[in-house]
């Protein structure tokens, strides 16, 4: 028997329960009736990295040192992608594993470099197919044997959408969305006959991509959530699903401001950057980073051109927007007292502040200046500025000075060039906190619960009676359990937390943001 987890990345209910009560999903409507489902509170900022890892560790950023797409080295200045190899934990899977439980997990977003130190024992195993920005023609499975097995059994596999997403009809957006829904699924189940998964997960990712871009194109989108309720009602049908989990990892909202919070520590003076000559003369002559994927996407090479044209060059092609990614910015450290990254930590730069004292009294400022801003139209541009310490557990490494959650509605990318407010970008909708969760299945509850994404990881591994980890964030939440899950009482194991293996980022995790619009 397998228990499948079904990731739906940036699901929201706000879609979903319109679509379920006028009868377009009916799998869902099945599993809301039959089981128990409620809101997934994520964690602070609701973002991909590391949402997802909370999920499968079950444990708040602070424990795992990563807490958005980038990390900031405070001694060096030196700002770097995340990628597998800098979380500070193991995995609920890996706890199965050494426990002699079979696990597969597929296309989960944090999961590259697939990791060599998956747990195994003489019964127990974990397989990985890791999901973007790995790429099907490189190495992407542990072991690494599996990827010849699955190309073998699903050859049209892949990783990434084969798109220029920029320069795609919704239509084709759609399309090759559903190609990749039912190759994850087919994944999943072949996963679960061939290895003999207790357990698999799998991440429907393009959801979110969809979701970025298409938020006013509602029909377009139930197609695509037509399209995972057929193939969920043909998991729930198989003789080996013991439970299916649903969850996101944060929910979405359309946008209604656009506040570019790098902008404005440059125009008030607290963030410094020098120009790039090489961007303003590519400008000058037309060259910009748009003409690049249109012409690759015109020729029909775009794998090709992800392999080929590495994010060194790209980074240098500016936008036809003007505004650039910080992160390809040449920042003035010695005078830049702030920055974002992502879309809520800010770091203070200490080094630019004459004693820790002033730099405190700067941060302080700082959040009331935040918390007092206001769109154009008079509406507030955060809900609250944290100190760090009041949202995270453990000791933070490489933690922001600043966590700001944004109100609803406001989007706050981390590029500079142009206004403040008022700027558009590809996308139409963001995250919000708030998203879903449901269950149905062997010993599964049939009320409504709300839980914490920390939650799921202990919760799954109390199910298996397995137990938890001593260092987990999350509970284990007997209201979604009956049975002899919900009889026991919860055993203690030994802790998950690693040190990391910290390696040289490749070129691909910083291309493939561009592609999702993370980056300019």
């Known amino acids: 028997m397998t228990v499948y987890v079904v990731g739906l990345d940036g699901a929201d209910w706000s879609l979903l329960r319109p679509w379920i009560e006028e009868e377009y999903l009916p799998t869902f409507d099945r ?63 890996d706890v199965l594993a050494e426990r002699g439980h079979r696990a597969g997990v597929i296309n989960m977003p944090t999961t590259h470099p697939p990791d060599d130190g998956t747990q195994n024992t ?15 023609r490189k190495r992407f499975t542990v072991p690494d044997s599996l990827k010849e097995e699955l190309l073998e059994a699903i050859p049209d596999y892949r990783v990434k959408p084969d798109l220029v997403l920029d320069e795609s009809t919704p239509d084709e957006l759609v399309d090759e969305a559903t190609t990749l829904f039912e190759q994850r699924f087919r994944a999943a189940t072949w996963l679960a006959d061939e290895k003999d998964c207790d357990l698999v997960h799998t991440t429907l990712f393009a959801t979110d ?20 309720d057929d193939l969920l009602a043909d998991l729930l049908e198989r003789d080996d699903a013991e439970a299916v989990v649903l969850l996101s990892d944060h929910g979405f909202q359309r946008i ?94 200490r080094d630019a502040f004459a004693s820790d004292n002033a730099a405190d009294r700067y941060a302080t400022d700082l959040t009331d200046d935040l918390e007092n801003q206001k769109t154009p139209t008079g509406d507030p ?15 933070r490494p490489h933690g922001p000075d600043l966590l700001v959650e944004y109100a609803p509605g406001v989007d706050a990318p981390e590029s500079i060039g142009g206004e403040v407010f008022g700027e558009t970008t590809e996308w139409l909708a963001t995250h919000r906190r708030t998203g879903v969760f449901a269950a149905w299945g062997d010993n599964i509850a049939d009320e409504a619960a709300d839980l914490e994404l920390y939650d799921l990881a202990p919760t799954l591994l109390h199910y298996f009676g397995v137990p938890v980890p001593e260092d987990v ?15 026991r009482s919860v055993d203690q194991g030994p802790p998950t937390a690693t040190g990391t293996d910290r390696r040289e980022v490749g070129p691909e995790v910083e291309e493939t943001l561009r592609e999702l619009g993370y980056m300019e």
């Open 256 to 349: 209604d401001e656009i506040f570019l919070v790098n902008q404005w520590l440059l125009d008030r003076g607290d963030l410094v950057i020098e120009e790039s000559e090489t961007r303003d003369v590519l400008s000058s002559v037309g060259l910009t980073e748009e003409r690049l994927k249109r012409f690759v996407a015109r020729l029909g090479l775009v794998n090709l051109a992800q392999s080929m044209i590495p994010e060194s060059v790209q980074r240098f092609f500016p936008s036809e927007s003007g505004r650039v990614a910080i992160q390809d910015a040449k920042i003035d450290w010695s005078r830049t007292k702030a920055i974002s990254l992502g879309r809520g930590p800010i770091y203070i730069n």
């Open 209 to 228: 991509t969809l979701q970025h871009r298409l938020w006013d194109r509602p029909q377009k989108l139930r197609a695509a959530y037509e399209h995972i």
């Open 122 to 136: 003489d019964d127990g195993r974990t397989f990985i197919i890791a999901g973007s920005p790995a790429s099907e």
């Open 473 to 487: 964030d999350g509970d284990v939440r007997f209201d979604v359990l009956t049975g002899d899950p919900a009889a």
């Open 381 to 395: 541009v955060v809900t609250a500025v944290y100190d760090p310490t009041d949202v995270y557990t453990g000791d």
């Open 31 to 93: 599993i809301l009736n039959d089981g128990v489902a409620g809101d997934l509170k994520s964690t602070l900022p609701p973002v991909t990295f590391p949402a997802w890892k909370c999920y499968s560790t079950g444990k708040t950023p602070g424990k795992l040192g990563v807490y958005e797409w980038f990390a900031y080295d405070k001694d060096t200045h030196e700002i770097s992608a995340n990628d597998a190899s800098d979380f500070r934990s193991r995995e609920y899977w």
